[in-house]
Nanobody, 116 residues
Framework: QVQLVESGGGLVQAGGSLRLSCVAS????????MGWYRQAPGKQRELVAS???????NYADSVKGQFTISRDNAKNTVYLQMNSLNPADTAVYYC??????????WGQGTQVTVSS
């Protein structure tokens, strides 16, 4: 089992930045890819970014050049640096971790609200 706890969400003005963090605990040695999803009101949950254990990132087209995902394996932590935020980025952001056998774990989510 893997537990994920996100932090760093909040209210920010358009153009501002936030850094989300997600700490994994439990069977962390089984974690391969970690990532971030988001779900805006009335919309489907979507992948924002993911990163392999080796550090290779993958981004949704909508956030390329705006968000940066990084990972510290020693701290079992994944980060999402979000810059130039706009109201369209308002959503609940969820951390995920995929295990060696393909099981996906989810965090409880952290709210990001961008005011215009």
């Amino acid at each position: 089992q893997v537990q994920l706890v996100e932090s760093g969400g909040g209210l920010v003005q358009a153009g501002g930045s936030l850094r989300l963090s997600c700490v994994a605990s439990g069977s962390t040695h089984t974690i391969t890819t970690m990532g971030w999803y988001r779900q805006a009101p009335g919309k489907q949950r979507e992948l924002v970014a993911s990163i392999t254990r080796g550090g290779s990132p993958n981004y949704a087209d909508s956030v390329k050049g705006q968000f940066t995902i990084s990972r510290d394996n020693a701290k079992n932590t994944v980060y999402l640096q979000m810059n130039s935020l706009n109201p369209a980025d308002t959503a609940v952001y969820y951390c995920t971790a995929v295990s060696l056998i393909g099981r996906t774990y989810w965090g409880q989510g952290t709210q990001v609200t961008v005011s215009s």
